[in-house]
């Protein structure tokens, strides 16, 4: 008589490991699945095709039109080559706003990343209760419309009646009492600069803060073990975490304000004698303005291609500096 004192596998599992994988079973490949993230994908990429690529689409093809007022009442279409990019380039003023455009960029995004940064350093050392106030007055800085923040500060800047003149005035520069910050060119610069560097420091705070916040706190113990300082501690814990940040950060700042339109238009419509345009404003006015909508269309192209080519001289600095680093 025999014992049986194990008993016979039994089961799916017991069954595959007596006879082995199915040669013919299918395999998934590790992470696979499907379409659906191709699927996901669709809606984004038709918004971004609709609204962004075929704008852009149209506008390449007016900007190889002769393109009037004459033209669009009889509908006609008169193709005329590269005439508009030769017109444009071979202009010294386009040259001329080009320079002051990056300049007047260049400026901004300096003062903005610069009080920026220092403001979300603020926030990081501040109490609880001061922070949250100020991060109220932020958010309400930030989601000011453009066109509301531009009115209110040419109220302020107003010549007869604007709080600016009168608390200089009190203080004791009776010269601009009556001061007319839109009759110069720098003037007008200048009061462009603080809205929109007003504008953009929220978001750099914020951000900034927002980073601060994910820094170990071991590292400055650690740091002021080794006897490290309030400076050493900045330089060598806080900035290697912050400068991927900054970096990000600089690189939108600087496309947001290379084509800040609306406040430079609203302020003073490129004013006086157009020498505060910068090439958005240039291109509306050259285009709708004087209704040259061929060469206004080339302006627009033109302004794109500089400032994918600024854009990616930063990034390609950025990328070299990492390299550097690792």
């Not at 008589?1 to 007596?18: C, H, L, N």
């Not at 350093?121 to 932020?138: D, H, N, S």
């Not at 900054?246 to 419509?269: M, R, S």
């Amino acid at each position: 008589m025999t014992v049986q004192t194990e008993r016979p596998p039994s089961g799916p599992a017991a069954a595959a490991k007596e006879t082995g994988p199915a040669p013919d079973a299918p395999r998934r490949r590790p992470g696979g699945s499907g379409p659906a993230p191709y699927l996901l994908l669709l809606p984004p990429v038709a918004a971004t095709l609709v609204f962004l690529g075929w704008p852009l689409v149209k506008n390449t093809l007016l900007s190889f039109q002769n393109l009037n007022m004459r033209q669009l009442i009889q509908h006609l279409t008169e193709w005329n080559g590269i005439d508009n990019y030769t017109e444009v380039l071979g202009n010294a003023d386009f040259w001329n706003v080009t320079g002051r455009s990056i300049v007047f960029a260049g400026a901004n995004v300096v003062l903005i990343m610069l009080f920026g940064t220092l403001v979300g350093l603020l926030l990081a050392r501040l109490g609880k209760r001061m922070r949250i106030t100020l991060l109220i007055g932020l958010v309400l800085a930030w989601a000011m419309p453009t066109i509301a923040a531009t009115t209110v500060y040419q109220w302020l800047f107003a010549s007869r009646f604007g709080v600016v003149n009168w608390v200089l005035d009190r203080a004791g520069f009776h010269g601009m009492a009556d001061y007319n910050w839109m009759g110069g060119q720098y003037s007008t610069f200048f009061v462009v600069t603080v809205l929109i560097v007003w504008q953009s420091i929220p978001f750099v705070a914020i951000n900034l803060y927002a980073a601060t916040t994910t820094i170990p706190k071991e590292l400055y113990e650690a740091a002021s073990l080794d006897g490290a300082g309030a400076w050493k501690s900045f330089t060598s814990v806080t900035m290697p975490f912050l400068r991927p940040f900054l970096f990000a950060t600089t690189f939108l700042e600087v496309i947001w304000v290379f084509k800040a339109f609306t406040q430079v238009f609203a302020i003073n419509q490129g004013g006086p004698d157009r020498l505060t345009e910068i090439l958005p404003v240039y291109a509306y006015i050259e285009g709708i303005g004087n209704q040259h909508y061929g060469m206004g269309s080339a302006i627009a192209l033109l302004t794109v291609v500089i400032l994918l080519l600024l854009t990616s001289y930063y990034l390609r600095i950025v990328l070299k500096q990492e390299e550097d680093e690792l």
